[in-house]
T-cell receptor
Framework: GAGVSQSPSNKVTEKGKDVELRCDPISGHTALYWYRQRLGQGLEFLIYFQGNSAPDKSGLPSDRFSAERTGESVSTLTIQRTQQEDSAVYLC???????????FGSGTRLTVV | AQKITQTQPGMFVQEKEAVTLDCTYDTSDQSYGLFWYKQPSSGEMIFLIYQGSYDEQNATEGRYSLNFQKARKSANLVISASQLGDSAMYFCAMREFNGGGNNRKLIWGLGTSLAVNP
């Protein structure tokens, strides 16, 4: 597609439920990142995928968070047993290997009630 | 430890005037890159400008320029001729290259909210 697409744009869920967030990167972009942005804060790195290499999961805050990506296609971020502190905007970005330019999606605003 | 500091939570500027948004960084690496992004109320992160640590010239992109002072570890964004549409959050970010060219995570500042007054 022309840009990075994220869905849903908004998600309200009850505490304790699982949620799945989707990111569709720009075609041909080998690198994909997930970031979390809490209200009034900067971005926190969550996870990074580079082609078929093992992902860098060093930013995942707990084992309730996981993410998958098959090859250079769509990625899903799953949060299990959601907690209120998980409420944030989850941003996905993609880029071409070696390029310093990252293209972000519009994010998924997650609200846990 | 790597760190980005943006000391201005909010800034105001009159339309058509220039404004400088401050950013200082901390890194022990010699090779790194500095970014500025704009985040309007829609939430999307928009890439503005990039400065490599070895670039001798300050980066410029249209009305955006980066005042890079390596010895002071500062990378301030200058927006000339402000427009109403420039009202947004502005984030400074850094990427360390760790000796390779692979993409790595960005370290982000907390942002500066810019309001352009008519």
């Amino acid at each position: 597609g022309a840009g990075v697409s994220q869905s849903p744009s908004n998600k309200v869920t009850e505490k304790g439920k699982d949620v799945e967030l989707r990111c569709d990167p720009i075609s041909g972009h080998t690198a994909l990142y997930w970031y979390r942005q809490r209200l009034g804060q900067g971005l926190e790195f969550l996870i990074y995928f580079q082609g078929n290499s093992a992902p860098d999961k060093s930013g995942l805050p707990s084992d309730r968070f996981s993410a998958e990506r098959t090859g250079e296609s769509v990625s899903t971020l799953t949060i299990q047993r959601t907690q209120q502190e998980d409420s944030a905007v989850y941003l996905c970005a993609s880029s071409v290997t070696g390029s310093y330019g990252y293209t972000f999606g519009s994010g998924t605003r997650l609200t846990v009630v | 430890a790597q760190k980005i500091t943006q000391t201005q939570p909010g800034m105001f500027v009159q339309e058509k005037e220039a404004v400088t948004l401050d950013c200082t960084y901390d890194t022990s690496d010699q090779s790194y890159g500095l970014f500025w992004y704009k985040q309007p109320s829609s939430g999307e992160m928009i890439f503005l400008i990039y400065q490599g640590s070895y670039d001798e010239q300050n980066a410029t992109e249209g009305r955006y320029s980066l005042n890079f002072q390596k010895a002071r570890k500062s990378a301030n964004l200058v927006i000339s001729a402000s427009q109403l549409g420039d009202s947004a959050m502005y984030f400074c970010a850094m990427r360390e290259f760790n000796g390779g060219g692979n993409n790595r995570k960005l370290i982000w500042g907390l942002g500066t909210s810019l309001a352009v007054n008519p």
